[in-house]
């Protein structure tokens, strides 16, 4: 069965700074990833998707990276503001259609 | 769009007793979802729907869960009985092949 870990669980930085968040699962046969953030009390915000076949992806101050080989992937976030404080997680969906989260990274960005 | 709609968005109810969970999917989307999110398991999916039609329900805990999507634009996630463990918030999203999920802002359930 896939897992899906995340490290580190918690992140507290200072505003303006950039940060690097992990996501690793175990089976490599998968058919996309994807990062989200969750704000207290909300759903899932989807933030980049990534399909397997692709390297990396990039949105703004965001940028995603996928290593598919070695079961990584990390989202970059440049310029770290307030506003980006909430809980990211990374999703596999995997080629049997299944889909795995992992269990988060809470972000603090200290103004 | 509205985006995915979920009704209702708080439900607190006696153990025993049936939820029904509802979820009006984003038009045009052709794939639902329900997951559960608990602080001890973390974000689980319980079933997904294709073209109305589900696809995988390995993650629905019991038989006391089910699902139905009767047409494109309506779905429900219905618990009976329900028991205490059921306590969580149940998030429905829809989407298409290769997009990303959207999310509703779920419903959170408390049994008692």
């Known amino acids: 069965k896939q897992e899906v870990t995340q490290i580190p669980a918690a992140l507290s930085v200072p505003e303006g700074e950039n940060l690097v968040l992990n996501c690793s699962f175990t089976?490599?046969?998968?058919?996309?990833l994807q990062w989200f953030r969750q704000d207290p009390g909300k759903g899932l915000t989807s933030l980049l998707l990534?399909?397997?076949?692709?390297r990396e992806q990039t949105s703004g101050r965001l940028n995603a990276s996928l290593d598919k080989s070695s079961g990584r992937s990390t989202l970059y976030i440049a310029a770290s503001q307030p506003g980006d404080s909430a809980t990211y997680l990374c999703?596999?969906?995997?080629?049997?259609?299944?889909?795995?989260f992992g269990t988060g990274t809470s972000l603090t960005v200290i103004p | 769009d509205a985006g995915v709609i979920q009704s209702p968005r708080h439900e607190v109810t006696e153990m025993g007793q049936e939820v029904t969970l509802r979820c009006k999917p984003i038009?045009?989307?052709?794939?639902l979802f329900w997951y559960r999110q608990t602080m001890m398991r973390g974000l689980e999916l319980l079933i997904y729907?294709?073209?109305?039609?589900?696809?995988?329900d390995s993650g629905m805990p019991e038989d006391r869960f089910s699902a139905k999507m009767p047409n494109a634009s309506f779905s429900t996630l219905k618990i009976q009985p329900s028991e205490p463990r059921d306590s969580a918030v149940y998030f429905c999203?829809?989407?298409?092949?290769?997009?990303?999920?959207?999310f509703g802002d779920g419903t959170r359930l408390s049994i008692l």
């Open positions: 999203a829809s989407g298409t092949a290769n997009q990303p999920q959207h």
């Open positions: 089976d490599s046969a998968i058919y996309n």
């Open positions: 990534i399909q397997s076949s692709q």
């Open positions: 999703a596999v969906r995997s080629t049997g259609n299944q889909f795995y």
């Open positions: 038009s045009g989307h052709n794939s």
């Open positions: 729907f294709n073209n109305n039609v589900p696809i995988d």
